[in-house]
């Protein structure tokens, strides 16, 4: 090609590493972290840069494993890669620094590809952060078409699943580069794989953990909330979703208590209500949050959670108040 790409400046910049380069997604790796991940190790490899993909939590979700499975995916914990140090570089994907669900690694972050609110200037070399994209595979698939790399099979399938995944089937938080991603991607794909991992959504203990939790749900004034007593975070924002489904309900504030703290999971159809302000209006002088309007999260550490406020109260009537004055209750 004549003109140089962004992944000719991202090839480039990487290359000159002192040391390995890793590329790191947010610590629980969904389909489209994982998906997007996979694509660009393989961009990169195509230009000549070896990577290693590491993540700093346990995978959580069925279809999560079940990619790596199926599409030979590589991924290892963080703390089984012993030679992941200071001189190493990192290429961000799915995440940046100071999210609140990305560990900052001992490797020097050069190069950030995300899809996330955009988080301000974090020292990035090269920097590739849309907000208005539904799904970071997108941005990723892009890559291959503009510089003439056709997808493999299965890579092309994976990410046709990120984008489905995170765009909630092509019906939330969607671009125009999600549609047009999706169906030039999904020439290439494998339809069969697609329906084996739309079957390995839930395990048995997953759906014991929500019947548990949806015997909780309140609805006030179209909030549903909901209070899930499991460390998956990846349960927490599937979970939020189906509360979203409730005829009654635009906008849902699900948490998690853990012994940390505790994490929390927004979405809302409601378009005066951004569910990345919400959060951050929930967890405003306590702990740190953010996302898109449609879905965000966030946390809040056990320790600035005040003494004198039951968690279940304080959230909710935070969220309701924040909901109220943006409807202009």
Known sequence: MSEATKLDAL??????????VFIQPHNVPDPDAIAACAGMQHLLGLKGVKTVIVYDREMEKADSLRMLALFGIEMIPAKAAATLGEEDWALLVDGQKGGGNLTDLPTDEVACIDHHEYRGNQGYRFEDIRPSVGACSSIVAQYFF????????KLATALVFGIMKDTESLTRGLSDLDVEMFYRLYRYADPSLIKALNGAQLTKADLDRYAEAFRSVEVYGGIGFMRLDAPDDSLLGAASDIVLSLDTVDVVLAYSVRTGGVKLSARSEDTAVKANALVRSVVEGMGFGGGHDHMAGGFIPADRIP???GVDTLLRHRAIAYVEGARGA
Do not use: H
């Open 11 to 20: 090839a480039a910049l990487l290359a000159q590493a002192p040391d390995e």
């Open 146 to 153: 503009e510089n003439g790399a056709e997808p493999p099979r």
């Open 307 to 309: 003494a004198e406020r």
